[in-house]
């Protein structure tokens, strides 16, 4: 465990709070840059995906909150904390980060010009944070009814995007390699809406039809319609407990492929989806 750098932690937490005031979501990051607390299911033989359900601390960005009693509780337990991350997707401002990395060996600031020269969109003045390592962190925002999926140099060589489920380290945060900070000018502006051309990029290409009915009855149907209607934050939960009736009703195998397709519609990564039916079958006694 990392040594305390109390100074350190208190700049992080009032920085961090500071954030929460304007709306934003934060979590206490280590000076590795990755949360401060450490997931409560680490030991866990086989663990079940948790996105906070538990009730413990350690889930990441799903700890993320705006409550100033909750964010010192959480910096309270992480006392080695030195920064803080935004969580990226949340209301009010459902943040999207266009992070332009320098560590490719591309310019990713020009790669983005080109883009909105071809693409017929300006990149807005909006908030911009400076990294340790020369690279540049966009703040933008994104309508409430889309998700935008993290990305790493898929829109461009250089250029990673932090969507829902993602973070953006704070300004003010102090890692192994140095302070980031608001770029001069930018840190009285609040998000800029992101482009329409540009957001239509950072989307993944529309699935072309979604999952055929099983062919087991209308029961199946019902579960395959329980998970595709599963928002943000449920979507494991309702994959699980759809799985399992299905295996304690006979039909597991045969809705293991169409409870996949729903998943992945809602916006879970295949192997999520799977390790969560599996779970469902070994709960209820069945060979995954």
Known sequence: ??????????????????????????????????????????DDPDPTPCHGECGRLGHGVYDASTD????RELFAAAPWATGYG?????????????????????????????????HLFTIPETVVVLTPSGGRHLWLTGPPDTVVPNSAGRLAPGIDIRGAGGYLVGPGSRTDHGVYTTAPGTAHLAPAPCPASLLRLLLPPPRPHPPAPPASGDHGRGLVQFVLCAHEGQRNTRLFW??????????????????????????????????TIASAARMTGHRP
């Open 1 to 42: 465990m990392a040594t305390p750098d109390r100074q350190a932690t208190t700049l992080a937490l009032a920085h961090a709070l500071s954030a929460a005031e304007r709306g934003l979501a934060v979590i206490p990051l280590s000076r590795t840059k990755l949360p401060a607390l450490r997931s409560p299911h680490r």
């Open 68 to 71: 100033p009693v909750r964010i």
């Open 86 to 118: 935004l969580a990226c997707g949340l209301p009010p401002y459902h943040l999207i980060g266009v992070d332009l990395d320098t560590k490719s060996g591309t310019d990713s600031s020009a790669t983005l010009r080109e883009l909105a020269l071809r």
């Open 242 to 275: 759809a799985a399992c009736r299905a295996y304690e009703n006979g039909i597991g195998p045969a809705l293991t492929a169409p409870l996949t397709e729903a998943a992945l519609h809602t916006g879970l990564s295949e192997r999520e989806a799977r390790a």
